[in-house]
C-alpha cells in the first residue's frame, strides 16, 4: 500500500519547526473539539497516563440522556450537551402474511418527546453547577436507533456558550448559564437516519456551521455576539460529519470543510480558495495540520476505498490529481486505500498516525513522502470512534468499551500497557491542568494522578 510520492525538503523541516512549537503550546483550556489547537497533543506537567475504575479516578458526573459530544472546559467548568428522552414510541412490527413496514413512512418519532440540556459540572469537585434545557418537544428528524440527538461537541471563547443540536438548533448561553440568542438551521434527513455530528468552530467573534445532510447541505458563518448570518454557501455533497478545522498556514488563515470535496474557504468571506475530490464515502475524521501542510481524508465503506491526502499551504483552485495520479500542483502526495475511517488523523513530531475505526490496527506514516513505516493490530480491541491523544511520547487511544491501549510514539510500533473502564466510549477527551476528562455513556470521569 506505498503511494506514488514526491519528496518535499520544504514538508520535513516545517514538521520539525512544528514539532518543536508544540513544547510551547497550552492546555489551560480545552475550548472545543480535539483541543486548544486541534491537534490532540497534551503538554501538561501532571497528566495522569495510568487509570482504572479504582485508580485515579478523583470523581465521576453522572450523564443524564444520552450523547456522543465530547465535554469542552474554560476556566473551572466543563459543560457537556446531551439529549434526554421523556416519552419514546416503538416503531410498527411486522404483522405476519403482510409486507414489512417502511422505516421511511414511519412517522412515530413525531409524538416522542426529548429534551435537549446543555450542563455545567464544576473541575475539581464535579458536582452541578448549572443544567439549562435548550428545547423540549419532538423531534424533527427521525434517528437510527442506535444513534441519539446529541452528536456535536460544544464550543466556547471564553465569553460565550455555543451548543449545536444538529437539525434542533444552535443555542449561545453565557458561561453562567443565561441564553443570549438562539438560531434555527432548519432541519433535514441525514443518511440512515445516522443523524448529524459536525461541531461547530468559533474563531474573530464567528461561529462556523456545516450542515450536511441528504436534502440540503451548507456552510453558515454567524456573529457570535448576536446570531446574525454573516455569510452562507450551498455546498454540493451529502450527509457528513467531520468538523471544519482552522488552519492558519504560512500564508493566510482557512477553514477547511471535508466532504466528498475538501475545501477551503476564507473565513471573512466564504469565498472558496481550493477544492480536491477525495472520493471515500462520507467524510468523519477532520484533518489536522502544520503551518506547510493539511493532512486529511475520506472514510471509505465495504467497496468504496477511503484515501489520505497531503495538501500544500497557499494552493488555489482545483487541486484534484488528474485520473490515475496521486499528486498535484497542491497534492504532495496521497495515499490509495489508507486506513481512515471515523478518528481523526495525529501528527507528532514528525510522524503521523492513523488509527482504524475497527479491529484495533494503527498506522504510522511518513508524512514527508506517505510512506507507511509500520501498521500493526492490536489485539482484543474493539470499535474505536474517538480520536488518539499524545502525551510525553505515549499515545493514546480507547475503543467503546473503554480500553485504553498506550503506545509508545515513534517509527517503532510497542504496545506499553492498557487501561480499563466500564463504561460506552464514542467522545474524545477534554484536558485542563492535571486534569483528564473522559467522557462514557453513562458517566463522565475525572482522571488524575493520586496525590
Same mark, same amino acid.
Given at each position: 500500500m506505498q503511494p506514488i510520492h514526491r519528496i518535499n525538503q520544504?514538508? %520535513?523541516?516545517?514538521?520539525?519547526?512544528? %514539532?518543536?512549537?508544540?513544547?510551547?503550546?497550552?492546555? *489551560?483550556?480545552?475550548?472545543?473539539?480535539?483541543?486548544?489547537?486541534?491537534?490532540?497533543?497534551?503538554?501538561?506537567?501532571?497528566?495522569?497516563?495510568?487509570?482504572?475504575? +479504582?485508580q485515579n479516578v478523583a470523581w465521576t458526573f453522572e450523564v443524564d440522556g444520552d450523547s456522543w459530544s465530547s465535554p469542552v472546559i474554560w476556566g473551572n467548568k466543563v459543560f457537556v450537551a446531551s439529549s434526554v428522552a421523556e416519552k419514546v414510541v416503538t416503531p410498527p412490527e411486522r404483522v405476519e402474511g403482510q409486507p414489512r413496514p417502511d422505516p421511511e413512512e414511519d412517522q412515530s418519532y413525531l409524538s416522542e418527546v426529548y429534551r435537549w440540556e446543555v450542563t455545567c459540572v464544576d473541575l475539581e469537585t464535579g458536582e452541578e453547577v448549572w443544567r439549562k434545557v435548550a428545547h423540549k418537544g419532538a423531534p424533527r428528524i427521525k434517528k437510527h436507533r442506535a444513534h441519539n440527538y446529541a452528536g456535536e461537541t460544544p464550543v466556547t471563547d471564553g465569553k460565550r456558550l455555543y451548543v449545536y443540536f444538529g437539525m434542533t438548533g444552535l443555542y449561545c448561553y453565557d458561561l453562567e448559564g443565561e441564553l443570549l440568542w438562539e438560531k434555527d438551521l432548519g432541519a433535514f434527513k441525514t443518511l440512515r437516519g445516522w443523524g448529524t455530528g459536525s461541531s461547530p468552530v468559533v474563531y474573530n467573534n464567528t461561529v462556523y456551521v456545516q450542515v450536511?445532510?441528504?436534502?440540503?447541505?451548507?456552510? &453558515? %458563518?454567524?456573529?457570535?455576539?448576536?446570531? /446574525?448570518?454573516?455569510?452562507?454557501?450551498?455546498?454540493?455533497?451529502?450527509?457528513?460529519?467531520?468538523t471544519p478545522t482552522i488552519w492558519k498556514n504560512r500564508i493566510r488563515t482557512e477553514l477547511v470543510v471535508g466532504g466528498k470535496r475538501a475545501r477551503g474557504y476564507d473565513p471573512d468571506t466564504g469565498d472558496l480558495l481550493w477544492e480536491l475530490h477525495m472520493a471515500g464515502h462520507y467524510n468523519i475524521p477532520?484533518?489536522?495540520?502544520? *503551518? +506547510?501542510?493539511?493532512?486529511?481524508?475520506?472514510?471509505?465503506?465495504? +467497496?468504496?476505498?477511503?484515501?489520505?491526502?497531503?495538501?500544500?499551504?497557499?494552493?488555489?483552485? /482545483?487541486?484534484?490529481? /488528474?485520473?490515475?495520479?496521486?499528486?498535484?500542483?497542491?497534492?504532495?502526495?496521497?495515499?490509495? +486505500? %489508507?486506513?481512515?475511517?471515523?478518528p481523526s488523523p495525529l501528527l507528532y513530531e514528525g510522524l503521523l498516525y492513523v488509527l482504524s475505526s475497527r479491529g484495533g490496527e494503527f498506522t504510522c506514516i511518513d508524512p514527508v513522502t506517505g510512506s507507511i513505516i509500520y501498521q500493526e493490530k492490536v489485539e482484543k480491541v474493539g470499535a474505536c470512534w474517538a480520536t488518539p491523544w499524545v502525551y510525553k511520547d505515549k499515545i493514546f487511544?480507547?475503543?467503546?468499551?473503554? &480500553?485504553?491501549? &498506550?503506545?509508545?510514539?515513534?517509527?517503532?510500533?510497542?504496545?506499553?500497557?492498557?487501561?480499563?473502564?466500564e463504561d460506552k466510549f464514542w467522545a474524545s477527551i477534554a484536558v485542563k491542568d492535571d486534569a483528564l476528562l473522559i467522557k462514557g455513556v453513562e458517566k463522565l470521569y475525572c482522571i488524575k494522578n493520586a496525590e
Open positions: 520544504t514538508l %520535513a523541516i516545517s514538521l520539525l519547526i512544528f %514539532a518543536a512549537a508544540l513544547t510551547s503550546c497550552s492546555t *489551560e483550556n480545552w475550548p472545543r473539539f480535539r483541543g486548544p489547537q486541534s491537534n490532540m497533543v497534551l503538554t501538561g506537567e501532571n497528566l495522569p497516563t495510568e487509570w482504572g475504575e +479504582d450536511d445532510s441528504e436534502e440540503q447541505s451548507f456552510l &453558515v %458563518a454567524l456573529d457570535a455576539r448576536n446570531g /446574525d448570518e454573516l455569510w452562507r454557501v450551498n455546498r454540493d455533497e451529502a450527509t457528513n460529519y467531520s477532520s484533518g489536522v495540520a502544520n *503551518e +506547510d501542510h493539511l493532512f486529511i481524508g475520506n472514510s471509505g465503506y465495504r +467497496d468504496v476505498s477511503s484515501t489520505l491526502f497531503c495538501v500544500q499551504a497557499g494552493v488555489d483552485g /482545483d487541486i484534484t490529481p /488528474d485520473e490515475g495520479d496521486t499528486i498535484s500542483a497542491g497534492v504532495v502526495w496521497s495515499m490509495p +486505500d %489508507a486506513p481512515v475511517e471515523s487511544f480507547y475503543d467503546e468499551k473503554g &480500553v485504553t491501549s &498506550v503506545l509508545k510514539a515513534g517509527k517503532e510500533f510497542e504496545l506499553l500497557y492498557q487501561n480499563k473502564l
